[in-house]
Nanobody, 124 residues
């Protein structure tokens, strides 16, 4: 399976953006999907994840209440809705599929299928 992330762009502080991650083939609903980001000169970090069925999500504290992850398994797509963006959200965003069906993790090593990344730039 291959993942394709899209939807990045340049926005202003306070704006919203929705990222899309599309899989080349149907991902079994037992696999959770994660979003990660890498800011300039920083390590890639976990942003949030959604479980296979789409009923459960988790986020890092800095995006809670602003970011929402959802998925549409019929269309093999996962979304990251980002509201009230700030400059700290500027990063390349990646989607990834969990390594195992039972994986529910915020660790990069627990994800083994990655999209190519999409750049989000937030400026004043």
């Amino acid at each position: 399976v291959q993942l394709q992330a899209s939807g990045g762009g340049s926005v202003q502080i306070g704006d919203s953006l929705r990222l899309t991650c599309t899989a080349s083939e149907r991902t079994p609903i037992t696999y959770s999907m994660g979003w990660f980001r890498q800011r300039q000169d920083k390590e890639r970090e976990f942003v949030g994840a959604i479980n296979g069925g789409g009923s459960t999500t988790r986020y890092i504290d800095s995006v809670k209440g602003r970011f929402t992850i959802s998925r549409d398994n019929y269309y093999n797509t996962v979304y990251l809705r980002m509201n009230n963006l700030n400059s700290e959200d500027t990063a390349v965003y990646y989607c990834a599929r969990a390594r195992y069906p039972s994986t529910w993790s915020d660790k990069i090593t627990e994800y083994n299928v990655w999209g190519q990344g999409t750049l989000v730039t937030v400026s004043s």
